[in-house]
């Protein structure tokens, strides 16, 4: 019975302490752009934040989910016919470049610690740095070899699809800006550069990307 009235006590404070508005929830939707991939087709990303106010009026640590994608895989993809018309009836000097398609789903958590630039009553401004990890999911398509005739045409090839996944960490810089539009609703806007912590090994990496977003909050 003790411990039970303790634990109540404990979700008693916390609530109470998180109810003087120092903390603020917010739902974003975006735009994810990868600069290491060939191109950027449906990528679009979804996440929820929660900051919370430190004790120190400028200083703001997050902790968030973000959901992120890519997909350039072409609408045909999946056509056997359709895909082999496409690779036969292709330029071979580009055939190459013009089959190299990458999809990528990534899932990443972290936390971020904010300091306020510039603050008043409806308006916060922040510049961040954080640290997450994310697990993705991608799958990469490659043509491995394409038979030519005389006249210069495909009329035979080999291609390769693998999919593969990978847990990475992430290093990103990142600003936020958001705006009380009364009742303690929140309109915000989020920008960083998601770098994978794993490109000392390569200059390329495709859990690498840029992400700008809109959100809903609320202050509470």
Not at 79 to 98: C, H, K, M, Q, S
Not at 125 to 146: A, C, Q, T
Not at 171 to 193: E, N, S
Request: aromatic content about 16%; proline content about 2%.
């Amino acid at each position: 019975m003790k411990l039970k009235l303790i634990l109540i006590l404990i979700c008693l404070q916390s609530l109470f302490s998180f109810s003087q508005g120092k903390n603020k929830i917010f739902v974003n939707y975006g735009l994810s752009n990868y600069p290491d991939m060939t191109a950027n087709e449906d990528n679009f990303s979804i996440s929820v934040n929660f900051i919370h106010q430190t004790k120190k009026e400028k200083w703001a640590m997050e902790y968030y989910y973000l959901y992120a994608q890519n997909n350039p895989f072409p609408s045909f993809y999946q056509d056997e016919n359709a895909l082999f018309r496409y690779i036969v009836l292709g330029n071979p000097e580009t055939i190459f470049d013009d089959t190299k398609w990458n999809n990528i789903e990534v899932m990443e958590i972290g936390a971020k610690v904010h300091y306020s630039v510039f603050k008043n009553k409806k308006t916060n401004f922040s510049v961040n740095i954080g640290l997450g990890i994310n697990y993705s999911e991608e799958d990469i398509h490659r043509l491995l070899f394409i038979d030519v005739d005389l006249n210069n045409r495909i009329y035979g090839y080999g291609n390769l699809t693998v999919s593969q996944w990978g847990i990475n960490g992430a290093v990103f810089p990142g600003i936020h800006f958001d705006y009380d539009l009364g009742q303690k609703i929140l309109l915000a806007i989020d920008g960083g550069y998601h770098l994978d912590a794993n490109t000392y090994n390569s200059s390329e990496s495709n859990t690498t990307f840029w992400n700008f977003s809109l959100g809903i909050g609320k202050k509470f």
